[in-house]
């Protein structure tokens, strides 16, 4: 007898999950495209050259020790992380703006969800787009903070269902927290226009609900990351209170390293303070301090003038490599009789084809295509070699 032995089994995450099924199936042909992961066009992990060049100095500058980071990170992490995200905003808003070096995006996520249980009325609420990144109701769940859905995207037209969005948001009790991906929304792919940020924004405004910005994907949509900050920036210029989890693992490629930042920003420079002490103290109960290499390679990058060029560039690859990927996705179906509009309208590392869950268990199953079973593929995962495969295999689980 075991303490455990009543103890079920916890159900797979979907996306690792399948993952794990990927790597079991022995055919040489399979191709993975569920992992939101950059592949080269040779379907290998990319370490960046300016990552490579940062971890040279790391290592070997002795400007570096493997000393306890600060509970919040290195100051020169957090600032250069901010300055990436919120680029000219900070120098009008900035002394309102409060962050912290986190786990990534998810661990961002959830010191933020942790400061809503602890600081927010108890009822507090927190909408999520439907669909999302499924982790997103793991976080609020585990950090006791109730979740509801609020329409984003129609399946029957593959477009942003707007008047959805507004009716669930205008619906939802004042002082909501309403989660917003900032750019490239995982898994449909389709961000709001600007016209429609406006009408989001002031929706928001008049419902003083508290926006919390999830930025996963910064450089993917546009391949600019000031450009795919856009919406972020208006939003503080508007001068709203908000939180945003920025995460570094897909723009800098440093998935493993787990890299990211909080930060919150207040309306008022007195609040800062407090605001930083409480993180700090939600942090420590956690782990203590954060993991120093990546936070240090980041650091070097961005504040570095040469590095920092190296790496836009360098992003600017990896999000024109997805996108003709997307292109030429597009036009294979073309050729093979199926016009998928939505698939250019789409944005970022994802496509929502719009594959039904029989469609998806097909090509997994009889063409070892693996996707998530709401029909998301990466198009990171694809290559000029794999798109004929891929289009062929629609075309038999549309027939
Ligand atoms: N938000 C979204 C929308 C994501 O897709 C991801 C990564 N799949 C994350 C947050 C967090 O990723 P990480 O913790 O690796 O930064």
């Given at each position: 007898a075991?303490l455990f032995?009543?103890l079920?089994e916890?159900?797979?995450?979907?996306?690792l999950?399948?993952n794990q099924?990927?790597?079991?199936d022995?055919?040489?042909n399979?191709i993975?495209?569920g992992v939101?992961?950059?592949r080269?066009e040779?379907?290998k992990p990319l370490?960046l050259?300016?990552v490579?060049?940062?971890e040279?100095i790391?290592?070997n500058?002795?400007?570096?020790n493997k000393?306890?980071?600060p509970?919040?990170?290195?100051?020169?992490?957090?600032?250069a992380s901010?300055?990436?995200?919120?680029g000219d905003?900070?120098?009008?808003?900035?002394?309102?703006?409060?962050s912290v070096?986190a786990?990534?995006?998810?661990g961002?996520?959830?010191?933020?969800m942790e400061f809503?249980?602890k600081?927010?009325?108890?009822?507090?609420t927190?909408?999520?787009?439907?669909?999302?990144?499924?982790?997103?109701?793991n976080?609020?769940?585990?950090?006791?903070?109730?979740?509801k859905?609020?329409?984003?995207?129609s399946?029957?037209?593959?477009?942003?269902d707007?008047a959805?969005l507004?009716?669930?948001?205008?619906?939802?009790?004042?002082?909501?927290?309403?989660?917003l991906?900032?750019?490239?929304?995982?898994?449909?792919g389709m961000?709001?226009?600007?016209?429609q940020?406006?009408?989001i924004?002031n929706?928001i405004?008049k419902?003083?609900h508290?926006?919390?910005?999830d930025?996963?994907y910064q450089?993917?949509?546009?391949?600019d990351l000031?450009?795919?900050a856009?919406?972020?920036?208006?939003?503080?210029?508007?001068?709203f209170?908000?939180f945003?989890?920025?995460?570094?693992?897909?723009n800098?490629?440093?998935?493993?390293?787990?890299?990211g930042?909080l930060?919150?920003v207040?309306a008022?420079?007195q609040?800062?303070?407090a605001?930083?002490?409480?993180l700090k103290?939600i942090?420590?109960?956690?782990?203590?301090?954060?993991?120093?290499?990546?936070a240090?390679?980041t650091?070097?990058v961005?504040?570095d003038?040469k590095?920092?060029?190296?790496w836009?560039?360098?992003?600017?690859?990896?999000?024109?490599r997805?996108?003709?990927m997307?292109?030429?996705l597009?036009e294979a179906?073309?050729?093979?009789g199926i016009h998928?509009?939505?698939v250019?309208?789409q944005?970022?590392?994802?496509?929502?084809t719009?594959l039904?869950?029989?469609?998806?268990q097909i090509?997994?199953?009889k063409?070892?295509?693996?996707l998530t079973?709401?029909?998301r593929i990466?198009?990171a995962?694809?290559?000029t070699r794999?798109v004929?495969?891929?289009?062929d295999a629609i075309?038999?689980?549309?027939t």
């Open positions: 075991s032995s009543e079920p916890a159900p797979l995450d979907p996306i999950g399948l099924q990927f790597l079991a022995p055919s040489p399979k993975n495209l939101g992961a950059y080269t040779e379907g370490i050259n300016c490579k060049k940062a040279e790391v290592d500058s002795g400007k570096f000393e306890y980071l509970i919040d990170g290195p100051a020169d992490f957090y600032n901010q300055k990436t995200l919120f905003t900070v120098a009008t808003h900035g002394d309102k703006f409060v070096q786990l990534s995006g998810t961002a996520l959830r010191i933020g809503v249980k600081f927010f009325p108890k009822d507090t927190v909408y999520i787009s439907d669909p999302t990144w499924p982790n997103h109701k976080i609020c769940t585990a950090a006791g903070v109730p979740w859905n609020y329409r984003y995207y399946r029957q037209k593959n477009a942003l707007m959805g507004l009716e669930d948001i205008s619906a939802a009790p004042d002082r909501s927290i309403i989660l991906h900032v750019c490239a929304h995982n898994p449909t961000d709001p226009t600007p016209d940020w406006n009408d924004a929706l405004q419902k003083n508290i926006p919390f910005f930025c996963a450089g993917f949509a546009s391949g000031d450009r795919d856009e919406p972020l920036k208006d939003f503080v210029r508007r001068g209170e908000l945003v989890a920025q995460s570094f693992a897909k800098f490629g440093l998935y493993g390293e787990r890299v930042t930060t919150v207040t008022q420079t609040t800062v303070k605001l930083r002490s409480q103290s942090i420590r109960a956690n782990y203590s301090s954060p993991p120093a290499h990546g240090y390679v650091q070097v961005l504040t003038e590095l920092l060029r190296e836009k560039e360098e992003l600017k690859g990896m999000a024109g997805i996108l003709d997307r292109v030429k597009y179906l073309k050729q093979r998928w509009e939505h250019m309208k944005i970022g590392m994802f496509s929502y719009g039904n869950p029989e469609q998806v090509l997994i199953q063409h070892h295509i693996y079973g709401d029909g990466s198009l995962g694809l290559s794999t004929p495969i891929l289009a075309v038999d689980a549309l």
